[in-house]
């Protein structure tokens, strides 16, 4: 994808975030039942998150630009291949005082709470729950899947919270803003108010700058124009997880707490959190490379075996042909691949042609295997391909040593839609409604953009 392909994709997510924090707005201010102020609030935050995520990705993308047009490349390095990421299965435990669980006394405590996801330019929020103290954890079924991430990775998990108590919630007072005169609710949406939804959610990026809060960590009550809006949603806790942190078990990882107990979104976590955290690289989903070649037999220089191989996750697998991988026959020959095998490239006698020199420990002893193919340049290929394998599990570590589960159990949207609801109408005008066209805000973002840049350089 050439890079006006890839500033055109995150233009598009851009455009598309901007129309859902337009129209959760509305839903907000349009809302009379709490629970959907809250679903609305909480929609909200998350596309002011989306839209910081994207304005860093497209900031970053046009900055190696810049650097390619001048001739200053980073240095040349081995990329490495990427996987799918998944979270589930998340608890977090409640520490409630005795009186309050027990003995049932004091005033219900009751708060909304949802978690935010970020990993790189990908962000997904969770369901939202109610908990007070009838609860022991906080449980989300949601399983979230990173599709494209590196092993470098960092996904930052956070934990908001809002008041669910009737006193904190302003209700449907005043007139009704959801609604506009014309037959779209986009069609006053100027360059004026995008320029209005970019700097506001700057600033409510700008106001977690100081710690190690991230882009989404600011309530909704900190940006413009959006204080009078419904419920506000606090960050409670955070926690980043990396690579090491994965596992196909379930494990407890430390939270960084943020709010006192005298916040009336507060709630008693005990300052962790358990979850479910696996990772599938591609390297052991997908062939590297497949084709034919020849094993050598033994120490006999002139004993070769043609076979067909493929290249797919911890092994080398040798059939008899093609055919015989087709309709699954077993492999005359696996060859293990592991994070510590060495590949090596000799010349052979008396052709000349180059072989591959497979090194690898098993059972303590280091075993050795060599292969080759017709042609020095398709050696060349495998002996490439081999390389980058070893590379790749090297960098994925305890991800490649088996393949780990990804358990689906319903499929994640970025943002609830339901056909035919208040929020369906207003944040997807597309179409035109009543014989009023909808403006195409791709020119107005890219100009707002331009500017943005030109500031920055």
Partial sequence: M???????EVLQQIEREVRMRDGASKLLAACSQREQALEASKNLLTCNARILALLSQ??????????QRVGNRPAEKIVTCTGKLAFSDLRIPLMWKDSEYFKNKGELHRCAVFCLLQCGSEIYDTDLQMVDRTLTDICFEDTIVFNDVGPEFQLRVELYSSCAAEDFF?????????????GSAMGSFTGK????????????GSMSSGGDAGPGSASPSLCPDLSALGPKFNLLAHTTLTLSHVQERFKTHDLSLLAAEE?????????????????QPLCMLQAGISGQLQIKLGEDLSCWKNVYGILKGKSL?????????????????VIPIKKDTRICVSERAPAHLQSINISTQSQGEEVTYTLTTH????????AEALWQHVYNMSQWQQCCNELMKIELRRPRKSITVKQGSLFHEIVTPSTPRDGVAVPDLSAEIRNLLSSYYKESY
Wanted: aromatic share 8%.
């Fill in 2 to 8: 050439n890079h006006h392909n890839q500033d055109e």
């Fill in 263 to 279: 916040s009336p979104f507060w709630l008693p976590l005990y300052g962790n959190m358990c979850c479910r955290l696996v990772a």
């Fill in 170 to 182: 302003p209700g449907a007072a005043g007139p009704r803003r959801g609604s506009h005169s014309g």
């Fill in 193 to 204: 108010k995008i320029r209005a939804v970019f700097e506001s959610a700057a600033v409510c």
């Fill in 58 to 67: 497209l900031q970053k993308m046009r900055k190696a630009q810049i650097l």
């Fill in 317 to 333: 697998l040798c059939y008899r042909s093609e055919e015989d991988q087709e309709i699954e026959e077993d492999p005359v020959l």
């Fill in 375 to 382: 042609t020095t340049d398709n050696t060349q290929l495998w």
